[in-house]
């Protein structure tokens, strides 16, 4: 997959087909003109622009998706932490936290996530 960023419209579209895949193109442009106001062209256009993409894929007039929203978002957020902080998780951690104050849910919540992942690493 070449671009793992989505604009605006493009993120609604794609939230469009991820809540509804599988689904007709016909719905889909249904969906479309109801929730983003869009021509059937419209639809069509960023449909194939997002299939060249490798988010979906249509096949007899079905469109599916090839990467789930959240398989999309990890591996967004991956290439951002690899471009970004040459790929050290406790580099992006270090600069989101000394910009925001993180709850002692929100800390609990990533010791947890640490342990599970130290216990699985040592697996």
Not at 27 to 32: N, P, S, T
């Amino acid at each position: 997959m070449n671009e793992l960023r989505l604009g605006a419209v493009e993120s609604q579209f794609a939230d469009i087909v991820w809540q509804n895949a599988p689904l007709s193109t016909a719905r889909l442009v249904e969906l479309c003109a109801q929730r983003l106001s869009w021509k059937r062209t419209t639809t069509y256009t960023v449909l194939k622009r997002l299939c060249q993409r490798g988010l979906f894929r249509t096949e007899n007039a079905v469109v599916s998706a090839i990467l789930s929203r959240q398989e999309f978002y990890s591996m967004q957020s991956e290439q951002f932490v690899e471009q970004t902080f040459d790929g050290s998780l406790p580099a992006f951690v270090a600069a989101f936290a000394s910009r925001k104050k993180l709850t002692e849910q929100e800390v609990s919540e990533l010791r947890r996530m640490i342990d599970a992942w130290g216990e699985e690493a040592q697996r």
